[in-house]
């Protein structure tokens, strides 16, 4: 069986497993503040040309997404998001168990407009019968890459910046992907471009290369106040904390973070220009690491006795659209032998 | 100015009035003990025909809404409503703040159907990769009258109670308007019915006819166990209880709840034909005391400066719905002078 | 029976029902932004000789304290409080679901001092191993009168104003019984002087001659900002706003809050001089309007066949500590009959 | 510097680094359904004698204590706990963050009697004027080791177990030390023990040998319906969840557990001896692996130039309790050179 159904089948990648076995034995303190965690800090800070951006490592995304959402949101505030926002769908409603709405917008590719942010906001700021029935928009999520494999430019991140300085919006742009997006071919993004464009954003690592992993950037220092206590509240604060600074250390160390993206996005592009040469239609337009091909209902039934991928949705009555992730573990004989089999799809 | 934007611009009936003067040099214990609160519910069980009912009284809606599903809901349940529905976009917030996600339903005139329910737990109970992702339906909530004027009939409500048993969810029925619900020509729905039908709902008195008040009828002794606590905690235990208690009891003397209402019912009515038979449109199907006439932008800036009513929505560029509310307290002649003014609107 | 357990028994001051008949069929907007409330707003700053400070209506007390609490504090945040304050003791945790740990400091008359907020602040901001993982202070809670009756100096509470300066905290002080507090012999304090010294107190009303309502005045303006959306998203927010607008109207003229304070400490000061010149102990030392008397409970359990109170606490094997309370209700002959009947109290 | 401030100094134990290289690139699904948690449950169950056990792994301690004790309490219930329980004290408000309050009561060993359960309880539920008012208890929380690493006897835990039943609370177990309490010289417990007599309890790992990870164990299958959501949305759901699973497996392998217990407990109880035989006062009488030394304060100071350890208390105005952790990383020499050191120690 040939595994593609998504990004985090495999432990890590075998510098960090090599990092986390040399220092086993080093005594260091707990929480976060020991001496791999802060250099992984800098490496970090660099990388993102914000020598005073502060820099906290997470265990994984929903703890991260709900730990700097609760901690930027006063009780009757919300956040807006894609409908198809991973915080709306995929966490057990765990922005709502910390006291907030997820006001949603819809959105196909899982991209929200700086018009529609507009829109949301001017209709609650300028209620008829005074905003204060309502919940009150407060910060901006988004994903990048998106839930559908989608990127956001520069020029849509900056406007979306725009809007949210016009309603005092915090911008959240939640990375757990990121180093997909940062190498696939038209991205126009930068770690710099990020730090200095969102209030917070953070660098995945669970699905990019770490046993576990992210790395919150939070650039605005009055959602930093305090941040450590939110972690610890949430329940994020790794007691043996180094473990995170060890393998961000080594992500960053020697451009390993982008070269393993790198090589995911070669066998994705790979895999999408030979769908394309066969006609094969596209669920979305992603330049990532994540290709959602529509085929025969009947093909992928076939193709599940030697490829496990995710249905993602029915399309129409006899087809459906499935979903292949690579990822910095792919093997580049997996995307060949896909390709060879999706040869002999039928065409739609 | 002639006021018909809402049906709470009064205080109470005289009736109530009255006995709350004559009452109120009585001495009596707090917290919905007192002999006022024990009678008025007796007078309640004795109308929805349930002895076995639990009755608890509550000052307002969003307060009765926060502390039933609040009550009944573990942390990663969500409560199903339609997208308008009251708790989902006029509560501030409020289910969110007791942690629980507003798992919403699309829906033109503020009904949702048992087919939409029964879907959305389908989608939900039998997801690909295990359900716990996201948040799990627990109970469905419905309002009667809905914001939109409109009303379920004994059909409609039975075939979302299966539902509700197939996948063991508490129906919650939203009643802050019932008696104009229950007084409206085309109702087939009684108190006796609801109680049977829904595991908890609540019998309007702001709206209705008194200062505040709202009657929480439970009929699962499941939902009523420790629901004082609940009342407690959430802020909602008045503490000279006995005020709501004789409210409810003049509400449910010589049966002025209904009265009342058909009252407010027949102006409505009176309104609804005059317009249909002046050929203006309607933006909802309403036969309770909210009706929503479509109007042009221009008429109704007119009408503005002699009465009063909400601006509902825009319904195209040189039109809008404009709510018109008749209560327990309106004068006819207002509603005569408000046909007569109508007459003069061009047609649309 | 001679009922003296609560100082909540009666309805409302006639003053107040009279003014609730006179303006019932007043047609006014809703959720306290009708002409009532305004004029009521306003006699609340004179009172407080503070033009600037926001004054906010709300039901009740439990209600009011969990509004403010969470209005104010972050979510690693907790608000310092005397083990026996009431939102440490009788709110079935309202302040804990709003996700806040009340810190509690020992007392025996329900008083606490700046020494002591000082030490525990201290312990917390000066932790040898980061403060992160206690929750943080940010709020002292006081009461006065406290639940025991006790009045606190403006020495005191300069003090206090103090030690949450050093720290940045929030002060704020409950004053459901605050009108038996600034009319008891010993009162220093002034409503100028509380709007000067705390972020917030509220003014009680439930228990101070109203049939309902506390006024929240705010001076803080930090506070203040979004305080409608708290209030909403609570259930706080009364549908027809303007019955407290008019009972708090009604209480600030003609000086009415503090003549029926006066009346109730008269008659507790009665109660008070003769018990001490019986040699009765107290419980507490409160010049306020409950008195806390200790007696053998054989005589307590004859006393009750006639009078109404309530059994504090054991204070020994045989005694008991019983509370009285007046109000602005209760008749001199009540308070004439106990006395009597104490002087055949069997000495203690 | 020789290190003996905490437990959780190092990595894991090698033979848990080894598993996790060997198993690196195993391609396995997420989120706990692995065939290592597989695997690793089913020791556990063996473990514990209790094949129907429900076993779920978590990543840390505070993670747990608030999934488990947030997935059991209703919105009104509250747990209790001992006044210095790392729930009451150390876990930034995170119960409190779930809405719940921690009814404390007081400890000087750490430990709380079945009578003090007793007493909190038949307070509660018998009060006076309803206990509506107050929070309900519904769970008991104990430490084992506790914070101050004494250990609780069968016969204790019996009882509280009969009080629970009594009351029908819920009895939870911390187990964040376990190994070390099941593995000191006094203990009269075991798995099978604790899964009998508890509701639910935990198997610390990453104070005992792991380098992350909890694993809790539900006997009470009402407490474990729905609750993969429960951590789901409490942020525990480990994305690449056999990490937990490999580390479970090795420590249930070959008696791995127990020990590495074996060993601190060796050390421990070395230290203590000596200690005891040099009359030097312990502050609590622990038979685990910290021990509370009660030395002077100039003494302590010199010793930190070659130590680290935990200053946990002044006892007087010129001594502190020291406390010194010993773990399976521990070494004996440093041991041997601690009491060495601690001979040249001016008596008390």
């Known amino acids: 069986m040939i595994r593609l159904e998504c990004d985090y089948l495999e432990g890590a990648h075998p510098a960090i497993m090599d990092a986390l076995v040399k220092t086993n ?20 800070q660099e990388a993102c040309c914000n020598p005073d951006a502060a820099v906290h490592f997470l265990v994984g995304g929903t703890q991260t997404n709900k730990t700097v959402i609760g901690a930027a949101l006063r009780p009757y505030q919300g956040v807006i998001a894609a409908e198809s926002g991973h915080i709306n769908v995929h966490e057990t409603g765990a922005i709502e168990a910390c006291g907030h709405k997820v006001l949603t917008l819809p959105s196909d590719d899982g991209k929200i407009t700086a018009g529609q942010v507009d829109r949301l906001c001017h209709a609650h700021f300028f209620a008829q019968e005074g905003p204060e029935h309502m919940v009150q928009p407060a910060m901006v999520y988004i994903s990048n890459p998106t839930e559908n494999g989608t990127v956001y430019s520069a020029k849509e991140l900056g406007e979306l910046r725009r809007v949210c300085d016009k309603y005092r919006l915090y911008l959240f742009l939640d990375g757990a992907r990121l180093s997909y997006g940062l190498a696939c071919p038209n991205n126009d993004l930068s770690l710099e471009f990020l730090s200095r464009t969102t209030d917070v954003f953070y660098i995945g690592g669970t699905k990019c290369g770490a046993l576990f992993g992210e790395a919150a950037v939070i650039s605005n220092p009055s959602l930093n106040k305090d941040f ?67 085929l025969p209902d009947s093909f992928l039934e076939e193709l599940q006795k030697e490829f496990s991928f995710e249905i993602w949705e029915k399309t129409d009555g006899t087809h459906s659209a499935a979903r292949f992730c690579t990822s910095w573990a792919t093997k580049e004989e997996y995307i060949d032998l896909l390709i060879k089999k999706l040869e002999k799809a039928p065409s739609v």
């Not at 509240?233 to 961000?248: C, D, E, T, V």
């Not at 090589?263 to 999408?272: F, T």
């Open 25 to 44: 034995m080093e005594q260091t303190c707990g929480y976060g503040l020991d001496p791999h965690c802060e250099h992984a800090r800098n490496l970090i």
């Open 228 to 294: 450590r206590y939110a972690i610890k509240q949430n329940g994020g604060m790794l007691a043996k904390g180094r473990l995170l600074g060890i393998q961000f250390e080594t992500l960053f160390t020697d451009n390993l973070y982008f070269s393993l993206a790198a090589h995911a996005i070669r066998l994705s592009e790979k895999l999408r220009l030979a769908a394309q040469k066969m006609n094969i239609p596209f669920r979305y337009d992603s330049p990532t690491n994540q290709q959602f091909l529509i």
